[in-house]
């Protein structure tokens, strides 16, 4: 997992101010995927931008 705050919270824009979230996907294979995902405000300006590694097992699957 990896992000970068692109812009900080300032007093015009409170931390319930209204956000938008993008994931889009790199790879998605059998057993894990890594998603891509931008923030954006209101104003649509970028304030966040990160990656996410998901491992995807079946539920009666064991780890290790």
């Not at 890594?34 to 304030?47: P, Y």
């Amino acid at each position: 997992c990896s992000s970068d705050l692109v812009g900080g919270l300032r007093d015009e824009r409170p931390l319930a101010a209204e956000r938008r979230a993008v994931a889009r996907p790199v790879t998605r294979g059998r057993s894990s995927q890594v998603w891509d995902v931008w923030i954006r405000d209101a104003e649509e300006r970028l304030v966040a931008q990160g990656s996410v590694r998901l491992l995807c097992i079946a539920q009666d699957q064991q780890l290790g």
